[in-house]
């Protein structure tokens, strides 16, 4: 859980108070001159922190005499000299990322030195380069084409017979470097966000995270293209998971276009830690660019043979032939029910007073089991985390909020009143008839703490609903107890009485107008039984389970739990389940899953709030789910959650021992 708290809260914000403007990240700006963003963006640039300039040293000047390249300009020198300083207090953590402004030169060029020097003053083996300049040319992959030290990506507009051919997709480096240089090729006119994401989900991304890059630099130029300014915000975040979000960007203070302004804003605004603002839903992308470019590049990276040439499906090759003839692109803006939602700007920072909450209450320690008192589902595990996160002191950068019980008419929202009766009756039973209802098929237990303990659990959670919907923290937690992802509407089950997160969302739903669309996440190792059947005909909540399945033996033991339950009526294709069969899975298999399944869908499907059943039994040593999830792979998949719903995102705590 501390690490998720670190992910929501910002662990690399170095100001310890809760106030959101004042947590934000070390981001440094080396700016030789005077240009549009000191004087246009002062509400940014007031909060970065501004690097003392200098040339280059007598190391550095030596590298670039063996590289050829003493003759570059005094002012070359001091920007180059500047930004080195930047990299190493950004790669000694003295600052969390950074950005230079430069000018009069080659932005390739000066990329192309910093990486050298880099490379041979820190002794770096892994670097990564994305360049977003669309009409860049081929100096960066000259120069690296050969190593394996440098991962090289370019999305570039590609014109037979006008653009350099090293610059088609099928050029992907040599010797030691084959696989590090990447081109993905495409067409100005449907190149925009879907494929954009659709890239970063299916090439960039997993081929960085088994790369492992230990700092990224981003080159970036002039830009007039599909995309909006908000969506390179949205590309700082993602990248920001690698690295430990050691991001370096290069960037031509000579453009100053709106468009360029804007984006660049955006980015920055990013590094800093402000959330993504929100997208338009994506739209089918049209991908024969992308499978062109996996094409040549799955034998060289172990994340790219998930598309297996054994499965039954078309193989890529296949596909690619079968398209040369009759593949038709989509026309831009063309009327697709499925694709086409609306854009609504809700994000207000202004409103926002901290950047996360939490809730939780020691009185739900007292529900205990009667019989078995060492059972997994522990009263004190609330009571250790918490203290667990007042040692780190991540706790005391949250703000407190007061604890709750949640009302019957709340509970009805997922429950029968039939239900809710029968659970508050317990409450009135002896100790040897509450024994006797805990020995029983369903995985429960009861004593006459826990219909107010599952009443307090709840409303400590729509507590974090109401602090997150009204725009006064921007994301929380809910430390809360008994679990609720597998009570049913009229039954409990798996330890479960009432289904908190199913609650919060149509709470959220019913009491403020901008929450619309909702996605629950469970990460939780057993499925969230409960859950889906309560939303299975609702395509306004988008429900995605990973958990273990073994063919069905493992709990809660229901075919309904395997992939192919997708959800029925309107909600169809709303419920998506990805079932584990093997004894073991970990980080590997649940960031395959986010890459590959959850985000590109929570894309399209563009949630006004994200909720999560943050169950921790499939951690590491947990001897329920026995699988291999660490804490940096749960901290993982929250921080690409925190990419949507302008960062509003909500966990309520299930299972952990």
């Not at 007039?224 to 920001?240: A, M, N, Q, V, Y």
């Not at 660049?264 to 603002?277: F, Q």
């Not at 006797?436 to 369903?442: E, F, G, K, R």
């Not at 005909?537 to 709990?555: A, K, P």
Request: hydrophobic share 35%.
């Amino acid at each position: 859980m501390e690490n998720i708290l670190e992910q929501l809260t910002d662990l690399k914000i170095q100001n310890k108070e809760n106030e959101f403007n004042q947590n934000l990240k070390n981001t440094g700006i080396v700016s030789i001159n005077t240009n549009w963003f000191v004087s246009e963006s002062s509400s940014l640039f007031s909060k970065l922190k501004n690097v003392p300039v200098r040339t280059i040293d007598e190391n550095e000047s030596e590298i670039l005499l063996q590289s050829n390249q003493i003759d570059s300009s005094e002012s070359d020198k001091l920007t180059i000299g500047s930004s080195l300083q930047l990299i190493s207090d950004i790669i000694s953590q003295k600052f969390d990322n950074g950005f230079v402004f430069m000018h009069n030169s080659s932005i390739q060029d000066i990329t192309n030195l910093i990486t050298e020097i880099t490379i041979a003053v820190h002794g770096l083996k892994r670097i990564m380069i994305l360049d977003l300049d669309k009409n860049s040319d081929s100096k960066i992959q000259k120069k690296f084409y050969l190593s394996p030290k440098v991962l090289y990506y370019s999305i570039h507009q590609y014109i037979d017979g006008v653009t350099a051919e090293e610059r088609q997709f099928s050029f992907i480096g040599d010797d030691e470097g084959k696989g590090f240089n990447i081109n993905i090729t495409m067409d100005e006119e449907c190149f925009g966000e879907s494929e954009y994401m659709a890239t970063f989900f299916n090439i960039i991304l997993p081929v960085a995270y088994e790369f492992n890059p230990e700092i990224i630099f981003i080159p970036f130029n002039k830009q007039e293209s599909k995309l909006t300014p908000s969506f390179f915000g949205h590309l700082i975040h993602l990248l920001s998971c690698l690295a430990n979000g050691k991001i370096f960007l290069i960037i031509d203070e000579t453009e100053s276009s709106e468009y360029f302004k804007k984006s660049v804003n955006e980015m920055v605004g990013s590094m800093l830690g402000l959330p993504c603002k929100k997208l338009k839903s994506l739209r089918e992308p049209a991908s024969s660019s992308i499978l062109k470019s996996l094409s040549v590049l799955r034998p060289h990276w172990c994340c790219l043979q998930l598309l297996n040439d054994d499965d039954e499906s078309t193989s890529l090759n296949e596909f690619l032939d079968i398209q040369k003839n009759d593949f038709k692109i989509p026309k831009r803006g063309s009327k697709n029910k499925n694709f086409e939602r609306t854009l609504r700007s809700d994000l207000k920072l202004d409103d926002i007073k901290t950047r996360t909450c939490v809730s939780s209450d020691l009185e739900m320690m007292k529900h205990f089991n009667l019989i078995q008192l060492d059972h997994p589902e522990k009263p004190d595990r609330i009571k250790r985390i918490l203290e667990t996160l007042k040692e780190k002191k991540l706790y005391y950068r949250c703000q407190e909020l007061k604890s709750r019980y949640a009302t019957d008419q709340e509970i009805n929202l997922c429950h029968s009143l039939n239900y809710i009766e029968k659970i508050k009756s317990v409450k009135f039973k002896s100790e040897t008839e509450l024994k006797d209802l805990s020995i029983n098929n369903y995985s429960v237990f009861f004593n006459s703490s826990t219909f107010d303990c599952a009443m307090l659990a709840t409303g400590c959670l729509l507590q974090v609903v109401d602090e997150v919907c009204s725009n006064r923290s921007l994301n929380g937690v809910g430390i809360i107890r008994p679990p609720g992802h597998h009570a049913y509407y009229k039954s409990c089950s798996g330890f479960c009485f009432f289904n908190s997160v199913a609650i919060g969302a149509k709470y959220a739903q019913k009491k403020y107008n901008h929450i619309k669309k909702i996605l629950i996440l469970d990460f939780d190792v057993h499925h969230g039984n409960g859950t889906q059947d309560i939303f299975l005909e609702d395509d306004t909540v988008l429900f995605i389970s990973l958990h273990r399945y073994d063919n069905g033996t493992f709990y809660p033991i229901d075919a309904g739990s395997n992939y192919d339950e997708v959800g029925k009526g309107k909600g169809k294709g709303f419920n998506i389940n990805i079932p584990w069969n093997q004894s073991v899975a970990g980080d590997a298999e649940y960031t395959a899953a986010f890459l590959r399944i959850v985000m590109p869908v929570a894309y399209e499907f563009n949630p006004d709030l994200v909720l999560v059943s943050a169950g921790f039994d499939g951690a590491t040593g947990d001897p329920l789910g026995r699988y291999n999830i660490t804490p940096k792979g749960f901290a993982q998949m929250t921080k690409m959650l925190c990419s949507l719903a302008n960062g509003k995102v909500i966990l309520g705590l299930e299972v952990y021992k």
